[in-house]
């Protein structure tokens, strides 16, 4: 059996779809009315906690959802992110200060802790999407499982930074505008 692993769901283009082809999935998702939509689809293996660089409490910015949700802003509910973090911080910017719903705190884990926390013993495909957390991330990973394949945004982070840690473990990367994509 295919396992993935998605971190930072949100509750739109996830890789619910893969469940419907067999794979085992895990979600890894902060935000509760996100975890509550994703159990009520019927997704199963969905956490309420971030993934981080230390395992304890996470202070997070919670974005505001919008009243009418359409195509063109339903980005605003998925830029919620860590307070503290290396890469840029969305809703501390001028533009998306509207958008600041609270702030939260939440369980996070380092991605080894949560792998050992949940017996996950590999991974076939890892989605990474925590709005510039992906690098507090993936600097203390300690490469315990390697996934066969990654996708990680690394829009609000530096890329070479990310790519330059993927390729020391091995990874052959490729780099689009939003996303990097990591093939063992």
Known sequence: MKTFVEI????????????????????????????????????TN????????????LKMYQSKEPDIIDEDNRW????????????????????????????????????????KLYNIFKVDFLKVDTEGHEIDIFEVYDWCIKPNFMKVEHIH???????????DQGYIVYTEERDMYAVL
Not at 12 to 25: A, K, R, V, Y
Not at 85 to 105: A, H, V, Y
């Open 8 to 43: 930072g769901v949100c509750d739109f283009n996830t890789l619910e779809p893969l469940l419907d082809n067999g794979w085992e999935g895990y979600f890894a998702e902060p935000i509760e009315k996100y975890v509550n939509r994703l159990k009520d689809r019927g997704a």
């Open 76 to 115: 605003q509910k998925s830029i919620s992110h860590a307070v503290e973090q290396r890469g840029t911080k969305l809703l501390e910017m001028k533009s998306n200060k509207n958008l600041l719903d609270n702030i939260i705190e939440v369980d996070c884990f380092t991605l080894q802790d949560y792998f």
């Open 157 to 167: 982070v530096n890329d070479l930074i990310l790519k330059t840690i993927f390729e």
């Open 46 to 57: 969905v956490h309420q906690c971030a993934i981080s660089s230390y395992t304890g409490k």
